[in-house]
């Protein structure tokens, strides 16, 4: 149950917007986007907000080494504000062609220094922060089981296993920064009470997540890289300010995993969904894959899985368009709640499990492929429902022609005029292309050369 009636409060940790997303990253808001499809679908209102970092943040999480948004202005010869605008509009835009809905509220981390000023402000009243000569700091011996709180690993055992460089402006080494004050040459700084200077990360998401969404709020999202340090900081923080709990369901997506070899070595197992196009993939077929995983097992992402999802969501189109064609556009929701739709349903609730939610629509799909037009009609219905929270844009797959590319079509073109030719070597080498370029597969009939869509093999 929310905590306010009808209506869900939900925090996901936005990127740090100093290079393109990659699909990890991506994958974790297709989560989001689910968990707040989810709801809605049930009926409930989703204030959805998400940050974007544009200032600072370092590069190990740590409290030491380069801001990432100077390494990527430097990187680019820019303004940090400009790299922050083009990677922000460029993520946005990835999100989009994942039918990932647009939070209703995107708040960048610089507009927003005056609320983190005031929440560090608090921390000092209150005996939880201290100013140090290099900046502000949380004093954790404040805040009994802090980094305890999401996840069994010890602080000590973190400790143990990272290289901590010893700040002797620390007073326990696990105190972390509020606000850090301005070395020469950066770029981005502020006027505070303490000086110039510049916010830590983590006080960035508490600031941001209270002021749109109360003291406490249902649900925060996140990768599970952000478990510990960012996490916990952030509830010490909002909790030691407050006194109040911060937020009642946390929500971590497992990482992605790359284990395709040659994927794995181009770019280091780094991504974009570009990349992914590039390949010849929709990039609703990464959608699809990312719902086939349930999001506490983490996604594997492969050529095969890839391969797989595509081939799955054009059969999906093919069968939603046949049958929309059978029943003349006629959708008809059936009486009372159907068996599939309560099975698609009992999925969602049982803790977003699209797996088993996907399955359902498989049952569905089967339906529509029936010569019945009655029950091709329910299924339609059942399946265009499902997509409030599968967002594959399925409605659209009814209508749109399933047609050849400009170069899918030159390439088919080519091999037809070589076949009619009789030059039967080269026809056939244009058929491997077509197929290995597109996965088109292409049949000769005596009703003259057909194609169809089967899925590239080994992008
Ligand atoms: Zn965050």
Known sequence: MPLRAGEVG?????????????????????????????????????????????????????????????????????DPLQIADEYT??????????????????????????????????LIEKGNAYVAPDGVYFDVTTFPGYGTRLNAESPEQRVAGARVEVNPHKRHPSDFALWRAAKPGDLQQWD?????????????????????????????TGGEDHLFPHHECEIAQSEAATGKPFVRYWLHVRFLRVDNERMAKSKGGFFTLDDISGWGYDPLAFRLLALGAGYRNGLDFTTKGMDA?????????RTIRT????????????????AITREFRDALLDDFN??????????????????????????????????????????????????????ERALFDRREAARKAGDYAKSDELRKELLERFGIQVKDTKDGTRWERVGRKGA
Not at 93 to 122: C, F, S, Y
Request: one cysteine or more.
């Open 309 to 317: 999802a595509q081939s799955r969501l054009e059969r999906w189109r």
């Open 192 to 220: 505070s009470p303490w000086g110039r200077g510049n916010p830590g990360w983590h006080i960035e998401c508490s600031a941001m997540s209270m002021k749109y969404l109360g003291e406490t709020f249902d649900i925060h």
């Open 354 to 407: 699209t797996p088993k939610a996907l399955a359902a629509a498989e049952k569905a799909l089967n339906l529509a492929a029936t010569v019945d037009t009655d029950e091709q009609e329910h299924a339609l219905w059942m399946l265009f429902d499902m997509d409030e929270v599968l967002a594959l844009s399925l409605k659209e797959s009814a209508t749109t022609n399933d047609e050849l590319s400009a170069d």
């Open 89 to 122: 509009r460029l993520f946005m835009e990835d999100r989009r062609k994942l039918n990932v809905q647009d939070p209703g509220v995107v708040a960048k981390a610089t507009d927003h220094i005056a609320e983190m000023i005031a929440l560090i402000q608090r």
């Open 323 to 338: 049958a929309h064609a059978a029943t003349k556009g006629r959708v008809a929701e059936p009486e009372g709640e159907h």
């Open 10 to 78: 939900m925090y996901n940790c936005g990127p740090t917007v100093y290079d393109r997303q990659h699909i990890g990253n991506l994958y974790s808001y297709v989560v989001a986007d689910v968990v707040r499809r989810t709801f809605e679908y049930f009926g409930y209102r989703v204030k959805q907000v998400m940050n974007i970092t544009d200032v600072g943040h370092i590069v190990d999480d740590a409290d030491e080494g380069e801001d990432k948004m100077a390494l990527g202005a430097r990187r680019a010869g820019k």
